[in-house]
């Protein structure tokens, strides 16, 4: 199985603020990665496909990039309502596999 | 619009079964991959398995922590993606989604989730 290693596991940051999420495939999975936001009761609701494509009517505040085994997902101007759990997964090769989230929170 | 409803969680003891069922409408079911995901309270997502839509002869694939135990079949006539889990055990107590798979690659919609809790 392709092993997603995330970080960090949690992150607090002001309103305004640009925050960086890292993920790190065990191995090479040629952009077959995918972002979720998951807020508390609800959901995981797609921002990012294929590392850097915005889903439709995500905010462009977002964006994925990376390559090989690295991939990040940045977010500009934070927003209150993009306080939420993040979870990166590849979906290059099966089983599908999912990192072990990021929890971001407001300072 | 989109829409994925499940149901069929609740409590079973281990060694039972339970069946999932979700209900897909909004967009033409055969076309589509579909997939189960679940969730234990306040941990990451896992992958169960996906099934093919009908260009693809609706095979499926499963995550071998599941394979076995749980499989995914499908209603092309109602719209309706189905998770039959059996020898149930604690450790699959989670909330169980299920989703649209676009392209045959990415989970793109989500629905709601139920759950299942396993314990005697």
């Known amino acids: 199985d392709i092993q997603m290693t995330q970080s960090p596991a949690s992150l607090s940051a002001s309103l305004g603020e640009t925050v960086t999420i890292e993920c790190r495939a065990s191995?090479?999975?040629?952009?077959?990665l995918a972002w979720y936001q998951q807020k508390p009761g609800k959901s995981p609701q797609l921002l990012i496909y294929n590392a850097n494509s915005l889903h439709t009517g995500v905010p462009s505040r977002f964006s994925g990039s990376g390559s090989g085994t690295q991939y990040s997902l940045k977010i500009n101007s934070l927003q209150s309502e993009d306080v939420a759990s993040y979870f990166c997964q590849q979906y290059y090769d099966y089983p599908w596999t999912f990192g072990g989230g990021t929890k971001l929170e407001l300072k | 619009e989109v829409k994925l409803l499940e149901s069929g969680g609740g409590l079973v003891q281990p060694g039972g079964s339970l069946r999932l069922s979700c209900a897909a409408s909004g967009f033409t079911f055969t076309d589509f991959y579909m997939s189960w995901i679940r969730q234990p309270p306040g941990k990451a997502p896992e992958w169960l398995g996906v099934?093919?839509?009908?260009?693809?002869?609706?095979?499926?694939e499963y995550n071998p922590s599941v394979k076995g135990r749980f499989t995914i079949s499908r209603d092309n006539t109602q719209n309706i993606l189905y998770l039959q889990m059996n020898t149930l055990r604690a450790e699959d107590t989670a909330i169980y989604y299920c989703a649209r798979v676009l392209y045959g690659s990415y989970p793109d919609y989500w629905g709601q989730g139920v759950m299942v809790t396993v314990s005697s």
């Open positions: 191995e090479d999975i040629y952009n077959g």
């Open positions: 099934i093919r839509n009908k260009a693809n002869g609706y095979t499926t």
